[in-house]
């Protein structure tokens, strides 16, 4: 099991910033993977951001590439996302995900590959 805890959303005007954290509890695996997904209202939930804990490696959308950094506090069993030059289409509930990583180096963000998902979070950019 893992426990992910979201937080840091609200509101911010076009070409605001936000900063999204989630914390990671109650898991024994040596490490994990973890990403964030975003889903609005009548679409279908969409990968943001990849990250594995052990190797470093990280993987983004095509839509958020330039804009958003997913980074991680290792002690803190922590994951972040910088999101820079927000647009109103950033708009939407921001979730956190996590599996073991199983010797993976990245993970494609695709929800399939995921096993624990956090509550989601609001992001909502006005324009």
């Known amino acids: 099991q893992v426990q992910l805890v979201e937080s840091g959303g609200g509101s911010v005007q076009a070409g605001g910033s936000l900063r999204l954290s989630c914390a990671a509890s109650?898991?024994?695996?040596?490490?994990?993977?973890m990403g964030w997904f975003r889903q609005s209202p009548g679409k279908e939930r969409e990968g943001v951001a990849t990250?594995?804990?052990?190797?470093?490696?990280?993987n983004y959308a095509d839509s958020v590439k330039g804009r958003f950094t997913i980074s991680q506090h290792r002690t803190k069993n922590t994951l972040y996302l910088q999101m820079d030059s927000l647009k109103p289409e950033d708009t939407a509930v921001y979730y956190c995900?996590?599996?073991?990583?199983?010797?993976?180096?990245?993970?494609?963000?695709?929800?399939?590959?995921?096993?624990?998902w956090g509550r989601g979070t609001q992001v909502t950019v006005s324009s």
């Open positions: 109650g898991y024994t695996y040596s490490s994990l993977c």
């Open positions: 995900a996590a599996r073991p990583a199983d010797g993976l180096q990245f993970v494609l963000p695709r929800a399939a590959n995921f096993n624990y």
């Open positions: 990250l594995c804990t052990s190797s470093g490696g990280v």
